[in-house]
């Protein structure tokens, strides 16, 4: 028997991985997690946290590495929690998703399907187009970066792989006239201090926009960080100030004010062109994004005639690529901004059969039940929970012929589908896509089909 506690040191073959990227072991039947290994490796293994059925541990000697394995090439790898994979080739992490989807489905949503490789990226890196970045003083001076894991200890960070490198001026930039004008950050123990965030959003088309949320109306020396970030940024197209005086971990506050150029970007995707504000929901990798709708709605297997019904449609984005192939679209969200935006979208582009509701999606759908409305599809894309339990049951006594579920988490989705297929909704095939590269999350798409249809 092995001795299995605190500090004890064994050795450990690693045969998988967990929803957030860590390797699997086993030792004696228990499970043991270790992050930074890789499927196939063995290492000598450091417990650092037993409980009754699971440890964690932390690989201390690397015995047998995998063909898989890479130098990571960032040095806050590790240290920042942004990233979960960048220790291995690209093609081992698409497998690595590849299986926890069909794994997910297999166990809890209880279907086998054959699944076709991960979407990968063409660019795995630089394609955040959106950063937040928190602002603190710590120990080793100004640090404006991100938190370490599981902790609002900020770590400072000059520069991020997955952020475009026009964001990486931007931030270095913003410090700068931060330290030359001693602009104090916010403090979360004391509620003084002025900067709480700089967030930046970058379009493909070579634009930057910048907000700063700060605990006040106002900035010193103003016009001095505009002239800055200018510089820094040929591409720039505007400045906001942001206030935030509440004590909360929530980023905005309510009011904006344009401290130099416009407050809003435009983004072009699936041949539509949306205008984003600072507040504005977009998916944060856009190239992936398209692939991912493209799926969508390529499983939608619209002729032009359909109605469509898109729970939580945001801002439109797959509300109105649906629309340019379908009868008619209603999307449903809950949040009032985003069904104002979604409506704007739509006018811009010139689609006049998208139509926008207000509410939860259940509510939504139900009224719309009550109301005669039958559509042929229906297009899901919840949050990372998933659908409220009432939801599958209100949608399938629609009726509609198909169901195009996208999910941002396949334990969920996984779980969902189940409740589809009890519902007499059998899914037929599903999509990964990786809108997220070296991190754990993956996106997929999956078709169900009414059984009678």
């Known amino acids: 028997m092995a001795d299995i506690r605190k500090n004890t040191v064994h050795t450990l073959d690693i045969t998988g991985y967990t929803a957030e990227g860590m390797g699997v072991a086993r030792l004696e039947g228990q499970v043991v997690f270790v992050p930074y290994t890789i499927q196939g490796e063995r290492w000598r293994v450091r417990l650092e946290k037993v409980n009754k059925n699971v440890a964690w541990g932390r690989g201390v000697e690397l015995l047998l590495p995998s063909p898989m394995r890479l130098q990571p090439d960032c040095p806050l790898f590790g240290k920042c929690g942004g990233c979960q994979f960048r220790h291995m080739r690209y093609e081992e992490e698409l497998r690595a998703k590849g299986q926890r989807i069909a794994d997910a489905l297999e166990r809890v949503g209880h279907v086998k399907?054959?699944?076709p490789p991960v979407l990968g990226a063409e660019r795995p890196d630089r394609y955040r187009n959106k950063v937040q970045f928190p602002v603190s003083q710590g120990k080793q001076g100004l640090a404006v970066g991100y938190y370490r894991p599981r902790s609002h200890d900020v770590l400072d960070a000059p520069d991020c792989p997955l952020q475009p490198e026009a964001v990486t001026r931007l931030r270095a930039a913003f410090k700068g006239w931060m330290e030359a004008h001693r602009v104090p950050p916010y403090s979360e123990g004391t509620g003084r201090g002025l900067i709480r965030h700089l967030y930046v959003r970058a379009s493909s088309r070579g634009e930057s926009l910048v907000c700063v949320v700060a605990n006040g109306d106002s900035l010193p020396n103003g016009s001095a960080l505009t002239d800055a970030l200018r510089q820094a940024e040929p591409g720039l197209a505007g400045v906001v100030l942001n206030t935030n005086t509440r004590d909360t971990n929530v980023i905005l506050g309510d009011r904006y004010d344009t401290l130099w150029g416009r407050d809003w970007l435009e983004e072009d995707l699936c041949q539509l062109t949306f205008r984003l504000s600072v507040p504005s929901f977009f998916q944060i990798n856009r190239d992936q994004t398209e692939r991912l709708y493209r799926t969508a709605l390529d499983f939608a297997q619209l002729t032009g005639s359909e109605t469509v019904l898109d729970l939580y449609c945001g801002i439109g984005t797959i509300s109105l690529a649906l629309a340019k192939q379908a009868g008619r679209v209603i999307g449903a969200e809950l949040v009032p901004q985003a069904i104002e935006d979604a409506g704007e979208n739509a006018r811009r582009n010139g689609i006049t059969n998208a139509e926008f509701f207000c509410g939860d999606?259940?509510?939504?759908?139900?009224?719309?039940?009550?109301?005669?409305?039958?559509?042929?599809?229906?297009?899901?894309?919840?949050?990372?929970?998933?659908?409220?339990?009432?939801?599958?049951?209100?949608?399938?006594?629609?009726?509609?012929?198909?169901?195009?579920y996208v999910s941002c988490d396949p334990a969920t989705l996984a779980r969902d589908t189940d409740r589809f297929r009890a519902l007499g909704y059998r899914p037929v095939k599903a999509q990964g896509v990786d809108l997220?590269?070296?991190?754990?999350?993956?996106?997929?798409?999956?078709?169900?089909?009414?059984?009678?249809s």
């Open 113 to 115: 399907l054959d699944l």
């Open 361 to 404: 999606a259940g509510a939504v759908a139900r009224r719309l039940a009550e109301e005669g409305v039958r559509p042929q599809v229906v297009c899901v894309d919840p949050p990372r929970k998933g659908l409220a339990p009432e939801v599958p049951a209100i949608l399938a006594g629609m009726a509609p012929d198909r169901m195009v």
């Open 436 to 452: 997220f590269p070296r991190t754990a999350h993956v996106e997929t798409v999956v078709l169900l089909q009414r059984e009678n």
